[in-house]
């Protein structure tokens, strides 16, 4: 049964910093590009970071650019959003995403920042 599984979110003020993680199971995770999307009420799901699958590539949103960091481990079949000087506009649900030979998508973690 494939899985992604989301965790890290919360409550943070202006400035702060999470780290988001995507725990994946079902599938061979090191063949798939991962990324992280979000997705904020009455707004469309977005791309914020995408890594390959060997971990030799990044690519980042113009908006998070310099602030996050996308990582992954494949040993421990996770992917990683450091996540620093957050601002209230980072407010959304993350989602961790799989692609390869097939798509797959988490459930999402919640992500606020307000003070």
């Known amino acids: 049964q494939v899985q992604l599984v989301e965790s890290g979110g919360g409550l943070v003020q202006p400035g702060g910093s999470l780290r988001l993680s995507c725990a994946a199971s079902?599938?061979?995770?090191?063949?798939?590009?991962m990324s992280w999307y979000r997705q904020a009420p009455g707004k469309e799901r977005e791309l914020v970071a995408t890594?390959?699958?060997?971990?030799?590539?990044?690519n980042y949103a113009d908006s998070v650019r310099g602030r996050f960091t996308i990582s992954r481990d494949n040993a421990k079949n996770t992917v990683y959003l450091q996540m620093n000087s957050l601002k209230p506009e980072d407010t959304a649900r993350y989602y961790c995403?799989?692609?390869?030979?097939?798509?797959?998508w988490g459930q999402g973690t919640q992500v606020t920042v307000s003070s």
């Open positions: 995403n799989a692609v390869f030979l097939m798509i797959y």
């Open positions: 079902g599938f061979t995770f090191s063949n798939y590009h």
């Open positions: 890594i390959t699958s060997n971990g030799g590539s990044t």
